[in-house]
């Protein structure tokens, strides 16, 4: 039977539940217990493909194509397991399928409410995971503080779950802040008091609290608080600041958090194994040398827009024991008259332009691409960072005049980039792009071959458009090489330009499959390519 272990959140939000659910489920990972991870957000939206990243940072997409919340890579890096569409669960997602339920009469004609109707939706998805993942435990995040209206749907569930489940079967983490306060100089339990009073408030007794403070809690205040929220003082564990998020994890298991969670599950476990994340620890700690990427984006002012591929970057600069240093660039300002490059780029010895929507910044992009390929700077481009690759390419060395993506000009002469059969009828924005892994074919003795080591691999996407063969022998002829194929749609994947220390650019979008101790191949020959002397 799947046992099931919720972390909530109270006083503030921005504490770390996602960091404590990951550790948690590393730890029991480590034991040999086969775990899955879930997020529920509260917001309306059925998913976040259509927000704005600016708002709500990175749209992560899982293997079998659906578009979730960021926290979700945060997971998948954590615990090196691929995640799907019982991951990433919003309030937008829930009332959607009770309306459709209501819709084809499946509730006999009953008044619809939030409980039982909304509240045993919710239940469903997490047992859900369960059964999809094949999990001994789900680890389930509520997204949001303990006392948002968004959220109380979430947590009558979850007071149903340890009702209904027993103890035995449900465990509820509740991260809260203990601040530290200045002039008297003391830490102060009365928030988590309060947070706690409000959750027991709502029928949910926790089980273990999370105390995320500056250092370390003394002994007389965990006594207290346990006292005054009736949890055991074992259960009551200590979240620290620290310099290297690597080692929350480490500090957790120090204070048994994965044996008293197991004790109560009454799960057999073994002794759990974490000399390579010990290792991965002590190389970041170690980190001497720098080098400086350019990331040329739109969405730079929240860098949350950008997480998964700052995190790849960062996990091949472990592999080659240097500290990546992002150097950000606003793509738009790339296009002022009276911009100078060198100077933007003056010390950064890689350049990569990602993905992104729309026709804002797309020439800023343009001109990082030319200013690359002109003075051999190793490039990397990703999905749109792809498009305008070969647009710059088809324009400035193969001289083709009126070139663009229809995604910008749709009466332009040459589409270079031009709008996949299935897609040109499409009238709905959300969930209907390509998502998802798609097969890529890649070609012998080409950089992409070489760095994966292998002649088939699956990609994830999440784009519109596509290249348009049309115009591949000509930019063939011209030196490009189309090294990445998706044999059964004959869609380019990924391009290379070989007179260059490294071009290269792919449609997918490899930073999702990146982890810390194995880092993505695309990242990794970028990377190592950028520290060469």
Same mark, same amino acid.
């Given at each position: 039977?799947?046992?099931?272990?919720?972390?909530?959140?109270?006083?503030?939000?921005?504490?770390?539940?996602?960091?404590?659910?990951?550790?948690?489920?590393?730890?029991?990972?480590?034991?040999?217990?086969?775990?899955?991870?879930?997020?529920?957000?509260?917001?309306?939206?059925?998913?976040?493909?259509?927000?704005?990243?600016?708002?709500?940072?990175?749209?992560?997409?899982?293997?079998?194509?659906?578009?979730?919340?960021?926290?979700?890579?945060?997971?998948?890096?954590?615990?090196?397991?691929?995640?799907?569409?019982?991951?990433?669960?919003?309030?937008?997602?829930?009332?959607?399928?009770?309306?459709?339920?209501?819709?084809?009469?499946?509730?006999?004609?009953?008044?619809?409410?939030?409980?039982?109707?909304?509240?045993?939706?919710?239940?469903?998805?997490?047992?859900?995971?369960?059964?999809?993942?094949?999990?001994?435990?789900?680890?389930?995040?509520?997204?949001?503080?303990?006392?948002?209206?968004?959220?109380?749907?979430?947590?009558?569930?979850?007071?149903?779950?340890?009702?209904?489940?027993?103890?035995?079967?449900?465990?509820?983490?509740?991260?809260?802040?203990?601040?530290?306060?200045?002039?008297?100089?003391?830490?102060?339990?009365?928030?988590?008091?309060?947070?706690?009073?409000?959750?027991?408030?709502?029928?949910?007794?926790?089980?273990?609290?999370?105390?995320?403070?500056?250092?370390?809690?003394?002994?007389?205040?965990?006594?207290?608080?346990?006292?005054?929220?009736?949890?055991?003082?074992?259960?009551?564990?200590?979240?620290?600041?620290?310099?290297?998020?690597?080692?929350?994890?480490?500090?957790?298991?120090?204070?048994?958090?994965?044996?008293?969670?197991?004790?109560?599950?009454?799960?057999?476990?073994?002794?759990?194994?974490?000399?390579?994340?010990?290792?991965?620890?002590?190389?970041?700690?170690?980190?001497?040398?720098?080098?400086?990427?350019?990331?040329?984006?739109?969405?730079?002012?929240?860098?949350?827009?950008?997480?998964?591929?700052?995190?790849?970057?960062?996990?091949?600069?472990?592999?080659?024991?240097?500290?990546?240093?992002?150097?950000?660039?606003?793509?738009?300002?790339?296009?002022?008259?009276?911009?100078?490059?060198?100077?933007?780029?003056?010390?950064?010895?890689?350049?990569?332009?990602?993905?992104?929507?729309?026709?804002?910044?797309?020439?800023?992009?343009?001109?990082?691409?030319?200013?690359?390929?002109?003075?051999?700077?190793?490039?990397?481009?990703?999905?749109?960072?792809?498009?305008?690759?070969?647009?710059?390419?088809?324009?400035?060395?193969?001289?083709?005049?009126?070139?663009?993506?229809?995604?910008?000009?749709?009466?332009?002469?040459?589409?270079?980039?031009?709008?996949?059969?299935?897609?040109?009828?499409?009238?709905?924005?959300?969930?209907?792009?390509?998502?998802?892994? #798609?097969?890529?074919? @890649? +070609?012998? %003795?080409? =950089?992409?071959?070489?760095?994966?080591?292998?002649? /088939?691999? !699956?990609?994830?996407?999440?784009?519109?458009?596509?290249?348009?063969?049309? #115009?591949?022998?000509? @930019? +063939?002829? %011209?030196? =490009?090489?189309?090294?990445?194929?998706?044999?059964? /749609?004959? !869609?380019?994947?990924?391009?290379?330009?070989?007179?260059?220390?490294?071009?290269?650019?792919?449609?997918?979008?490899?930073?999702?499959?990146?982890?810390?101790?194995?880092?993505?191949?695309?990242?990794?020959?970028?990377?190592?390519?950028?520290?060469?002397?």
């Amino acid at each position: 039977m799947t046992k099931y272990v919720f972390v909530t959140g109270g006083v503030v939000s921005g504490l770390g539940k996602g960091i404590t659910a990951s550790s948690i489920a590393l730890l029991l990972k480590s034991r040999g217990i086969k775990v899955f991870m879930q997020k529920f957000d509260p917001y309306i939206n059925v998913d976040p493909g259509t927000m704005n990243p600016i708002q709500h940072g990175e749209v992560f997409v899982t293997q079998d194509g659906y578009e979730t919340d960021l926290d979700l890579g945060h997971y998948e890096r954590f615990i090196d397991e691929e995640l799907n569409y019982s991951s990433n669960i919003t309030s937008g997602k829930i009332f959607s399928s009770v309306i459709e339920k209501e819709r084809k009469g499946e509730y006999l004609g009953a008044t619809v409410q939030m409980i039982p109707h909304v509240t045993n939706e919710i239940k469903n998805k997490i047992i859900e995971a369960g059964v999809s993942s094949k999990a001994d435990i789900v680890i389930t995040e509520i997204g949001g503080t303990v006392g948002d209206i968004e959220a109380q749907s979430f947590l009558e569930s979850i007071r149903q779950m340890q009702y209904e489940h027993g103890k035995e079967n449900v465990f509820l983490v509740h991260t809260t802040l203990v601040p530290f306060i200045y002039g008297s100089e003391e830490l102060k339990s009365k928030p988590t008091q309060n947070g706690v009073r409000d959750l027991r408030g709502l029928g949910i007794m926790p089980n273990a609290l999370v105390l995320r403070a500056p250092f370390k809690t003394p002994d007389a205040m965990k006594q207290k608080i346990a006292s005054f929220c009736l949890v055991p003082v074992e259960n009551v564990i200590d979240s620290i600041d620290v310099k290297n998020i690597y080692q929350i994890p480490i500090n957790y298991y120090e204070q048994g958090i994965d044996e008293v969670i197991l004790k109560q599950f009454k799960m057999e476990y073994k002794k759990a194994d974490l000399k390579e994340w010990k290792k991965l620890i002590d190389i970041v700690d170690g980190l001497k040398e720098t080098v400086e990427i350019s990331l040329v984006g739109k969405y730079i002012e929240l860098h949350d827009a950008y997480i998964s591929v700052t995190e790849a970057l960062k996990h091949a600069g472990y592999k080659y024991n240097v500290r990546v240093n992002i150097n950000w660039v606003d793509s738009e300002d790339l296009e002022k008259n009276d911009v100078d490059l060198k100077s933007v780029f003056k010390n950064s010895k890689g350049i990569l332009v990602p993905g992104g929507f729309g026709t804002r910044g797309t020439d800023g992009k343009m001109k990082a691409i030319e200013y690359a390929r002109v003075n051999n700077i190793p490039f990397l481009g990703i999905c749109l960072g792809m498009q305008l690759a070969m647009i710059e390419f088809a324009k400035n060395v193969c001289g083709l005049e009126d070139v663009s993506s229809v995604e910008f000009d749709a009466t332009c002469k040459n589409p270079l980039i031009d709008l996949m059969a299935d897609q040109k009828y499409v009238l709905n924005l959300g969930g209907t792009l390509r998502l998802g892994n #798609y097969e890529c074919k @890649l +070609e012998k %003795n080409t =950089i992409a071959s070489k760095l994966y080591g292998q002649d /088939s691999i !699956l990609e994830r996407h999440r784009h519109r458009y596509e290249f348009n063969n049309k #115009y591949r022998s000509l @930019l +063939e002829e %011209n030196g =490009i090489v189309f090294s990445g194929i998706n044999v059964a /749609s004959n !869609l380019v994947e990924i391009v290379e330009y070989p007179k260059n220390k490294f071009f290269v650019a792919c449609q997918f979008h490899p930073e999702f499959k990146s982890r810390p101790m194995r880092p993505h191949p695309l990242f990794d020959g970028f990377v190592k390519s950028c520290v060469e002397k």
